[in-house]
């Protein structure tokens, strides 16, 4: 939720888009509680949980 971070692995315009959507009025306190909890937190790793669906054999991410 850095805005260094989120510049280097979103691009500049995701970036702002991210920004926008987060201060909007009804996205403000999920952004804020986002963004406190990066920031008292360090995560190193981010985790992928996909299951593979033996009815129709396609992935589910």
């Given at each position: 939720?850095?805005?260094?971070?989120?510049?280097?692995?979103?691009?500049?315009?995701?970036?702002?888009?991210?920004?926008?959507?987060?201060?909007?009025?009804?996205?403000?306190p999920?952004f804020?509680?986002?963004y406190?909890?990066?920031?008292?937190?360090?995560f190193?790793?981010?985790?992928?949980?996909?299951?593979k669906?033996?009815?129709?054999?396609?992935?589910?991410?």
């Amino acid at each position: 939720m850095d805005p260094r971070g989120m510049i280097r692995d979103e691009g500049v315009l995701a970036a702002l888009k991210i920004i926008r959507n987060g201060l909007k009025r009804e996205n403000r306190p999920q952004f804020q509680a986002m963004y406190r909890l990066f920031k008292e937190n360090s995560f190193n790793y981010i985790t992928v949980v996909s299951t593979k669906s033996e009815e129709n054999d396609q992935w589910n991410f």
